[in-house]
């Protein structure tokens, strides 16, 4: 098992900044790709940014130049530093850690409200 605990994440008006945080329990598991997701009221959950333990990223053309993931991997951590913040940003942010055996696990979501 793995356990996801987020930090960050509240109210920001549109331009502005927020720094998510993500880490991951210590566990035997070898963790292969964390990242991020996230849910707007009435839409399916998409894809924000993801990271490999080998550095490799990929991003939604949404946030292309806007948000930077990053990651500690000797401690499982996940980092997502979102600028130019705009209202389209408003969700509930969860964090993922998915193992080399392609399970996947989540954190408990942490809410970006972004007014305009």
């Known amino acids: 098992q793995v356990q996801l605990v987020e930090s960050g994440g509240g109210l920001v008006q549109a331009g502005g900044s927020l720094r998510l945080s993500c880490a991951a329990s210590?566990?035997?598991?070898?963790?292969?790709?964390m990242g991020w997701y996230r849910q707007a009221p009435g839409k399916q959950r998409e894809l924000v940014a993801i990271i490999t333990r080998g550095g490799s990223t990929n991003y939604a053309d949404s946030v292309q130049g806007r948000f930077t993931i990053s990651r500690e991997g000797a401690k499982n951590t996940v980092s997502l530093q979102m600028n130019s913040l705009k209202p389209e940003d408003t969700a509930v942010y969860y964090c993922n850690a998915r193992t080399t055996w392609n399970t996947d696990y989540w954190g408990q979501g942490t809410q970006v409200t972004v007014s305009s």
């Open positions: 210590r566990t035997t598991f070898t963790i292969e790709t």
